[in-house]
């Protein structure tokens, strides 16, 4: 009887070992591996997560580490957060201080890690950038040194989306052809308009504006709960009444006070505009993804600005 307990014993040892070796294995070969096991992947908030889920396909099991509708900025970590990140496959994120939370995590993680500001040859933009990507640097920017908005440019994103699946060792092209294929359909739809200056509540945009030849007149900088200055609020009235605006655009997570004040001021209305920094959960329930709300965004853009339509 000892003995066979110690033999059964000895086996399962064995077979825990044998088991630990696989996994280790499994996990070295990385995502690109030829295994029938899928992929998990941490995306660090919602564009990533879209351009996770797009381009692994029935292979990548994908978790928002941000929660739907909740702004990204402000990304507090909960243990199970926390626990993901480390064992995850892949963290697809943003650095630069986008999510400085997240990046101390990451410390900690044997997974793979894909900064998408590290994309080859991707053009960033400063927040003292100037002329159609905003007037001035303002005093909140915090530590980011860089707009981390690329997304709103489709053709930026799909530089992006190339990145991911050639650091994944995935085929990315189906999903770089659909957003070349929108940056198309918003160059088209912007290409006619009585106004290209474009009022927003915050600096979220300076990548749809250098990309479409559109001026950004943002009422504070890069973080959206900053308080502005009453010479901001002075400045873009003067120049929402110059440029005789019609709209004065906020966003989705961000109060519309601001933009109110302004269109009362100088008689114009309010629209949304979505940075796309997170889609509530009865929107995703819905079906509505990425391509979507760039669609809309286009809509209201062209409602705004008098642009022409087909």
């Given at each position: 009887?000892?003995?066979?307990?110690?033999?059964?014993?000895?086996?399962?040892?064995?077979?825990?070992?044998?088991?630990?070796?696989?996994?280790?294995?499994?996990?070295?070969?990385?995502?690109?591996?030829?295994?029938?096991?899928?992929?998990?992947?941490?995306?660090?908030?919602?564009?990533?997560?879209?351009?996770?889920?797009?381009?692994?396909?029935?292979?990548?099991?994908?978790?928002?580490?941000?929660?739907?509708?909740?702004?990204?900025?402000?990304?507090e970590l909960t243990p199970r957060d926390i626990a993901e990140l480390q064992s995850a496959d892949v963290v697809i994120y943003m650095g630069r201080g986008f999510q400085p939370a997240l990046e101390d995590a990451l410390k900690d993680?044997?997974?793979?890690?894909?900064?998408?500001?590290?994309?080859?040859?991707?053009?960033?933009?400063?927040?003292?950038?100037?002329?159609?990507?905003?007037?001035?640097?303002?005093?909140?920017?915090?530590?980011?040194?860089?707009?981390?908005?690329?997304?709103?440019?489709?053709?930026?994103?799909?530089?992006?989306?190339?990145?991911?699946?050639?650091?994944?060792?995935?085929?990315?092209?189906?999903?770089?052809?659909?957003?070349?294929?929108?940056?198309?359909?918003?160059?088209?739809?912007?290409?006619?308009?009585?106004?290209?200056?474009?009022?927003?509540?915050?600096?979220?945009?300076?990548?749809?504006?250098?990309?479409?030849?559109?001026?950004?007149?943002?009422?504070?900088?890069?973080?959206?709960?900053?308080?502005?200055?009453?010479?901001?609020?002075?400045?873009?009235?003067?120049?929402?009444?110059?440029?005789?605006?019609?709209?004065?655009?906020?966003?989705?997570?961000?109060?519309?006070?601001?933009?109110?004040?302004?269109?009362?001021?100088?008689?114009?209305?309010?629209?949304?505009?979505?940075?796309?920094?997170?889609?509530?959960?009865?929107?995703?329930?819905?079906?509505?993804?990425?391509?979507?709300?760039?669609?809309?965004?286009?809509?209201?853009?062209?409602?705004?600005?008098?642009?022409?339509?087909?």
């Amino acid at each position: 009887m000892i003995m066979r307990i110690v033999v059964i014993s000895g086996l399962l040892s064995a077979a825990l070992i044998a088991v630990g070796c696989a996994d280790s294995g499994e996990r070295s070969r990385g995502a690109g591996a030829s295994s029938g096991d899928r992929v998990t992947v941490v995306a660090s908030f919602y564009p990533l997560a879209w351009l996770a889920e797009r381009t692994g396909g029935k292979r990548v099991d994908v978790r928002n580490l941000t929660p739907a509708g909740a702004e990204p900025h402000d990304l507090e970590l909960t243990p199970r957060d926390i626990a993901e990140l480390q064992s995850a496959d892949v963290v697809i994120y943003m650095g630069r201080g986008f999510q400085p939370a997240l990046e101390d995590a990451l410390k900690d993680s044997d997974a793979q890690q894909i900064d998408v500001l590290e994309t080859p040859s991707l053009s960033l933009i400063t927040p003292a950038a100037g002329g159609k990507v905003g007037e001035q640097q303002h005093a909140d920017e915090g530590e980011l040194d860089i707009d981390p908005h690329v997304w709103l440019d489709p053709n930026r994103f799909a530089a992006i989306a190339d990145y991911v699946a050639q650091k994944l060792r995935w085929e990315g092209g189906e999903v770089s052809g659909e957003l070349k294929s929108l940056d198309g359909e918003v160059r088209a739809g912007l290409a006619e308009c009585e106004r290209r200056e474009l009022f927003t509540s915050h600096a979220a945009f300076g990548y749809l504006a250098d990309r479409y030849d559109l001026d950004q007149v943002a009422i504070t900088g890069l973080s959206p709960e900053a308080e502005p200055l009453p010479r901001d609020l002075e400045r873009v009235g003067d120049r929402a009444r110059t440029a005789g605006a019609t709209t004065i655009f906020f966003e989705t997570l961000v109060s519309p006070k601001l933009s109110e004040q302004i269109a009362d001021e100088v008689g114009a209305q309010t629209a949304v505009l979505d940075p796309l920094e997170g889609i509530a959960q009865d929107r995703l329930a819905a079906g509505v993804d990425y391509l979507a709300v760039m669609r809309e965004n286009l809509a209201a853009l062209q409602k705004g600005l008098g642009c022409a339509t087909s």
